[in-house]
């Protein structure tokens, strides 16, 4: 039988297991490029720092500012109302009204305190009502000093009312000091026959 040209019998099967390698590695390549990249993505969000925002209001913040108003009555120059530094002290408002008369009690009053925005401050004179409400030394006798005392203390008198009491204290806070009961005459609905009532009660 006559002998013939046959091909190798793994010849035609090498090109292809050789293509279906090239291909398996690609992917396989792909894959491990991709790999790495998330790696390296993910590595770098790790490795950036995080942002601080600040809050509103932390400590950061500058601090409030602004004014406090007082009332300031009694044994001073100018009674009034006065706008001052938020840090100011109850001598810095007896300054601002004028510093103190004569009269002035400084005993019963605390010159260093630290004021709060709208109190009234009340500086008595010697043996009066003292800032704190309560009677000093020698004000035993009960009378209310028309100088000193404040709404409530001034509605304590005989027919003096809410209206009346803060007429009275306009008239004081507008005039200054009284310098007797009888100048009571010079506020509006006082008369003749209301003072007579109250002179006991009463003192400057």
Known sequence: MPATDTPPVDAPRTRPHRLRLSIGAAVVLGLVVLSAAVGLGIMRGQ???????????????PAPSGDLYVHVLGAVERPGLYVLDLDARLVDAV??????TDDADLTAVNLARVLSDG?????PVVGAV???????????DGRIDLNTADQ??????????????????????????????DDLLAVPGIGEKLLEAIREGAKV
């Open 47 to 61: 490795a950036a720092p995080s942002e601080s925002v600040p809050l509103a209001g932390t400590a950061a913040s």
């Open 95 to 100: 300054a601002a009204a004028g510093g103190t």
């Open 152 to 181: 409530a203390a001034l509605e304590t008198l005989p027919r003096i009312g809410p209206a009346l009491a803060e007429r009275i204290i306009s008239w004081r806070e507008e005039n200054g000091r009284f310098q007797s009961v």
């Open 119 to 123: 109190e009234q401050i009340v500086v």
């Open 130 to 140: 003292a800032e704190t409400g309560v009677p000093a030394e020698g004000s035993a």
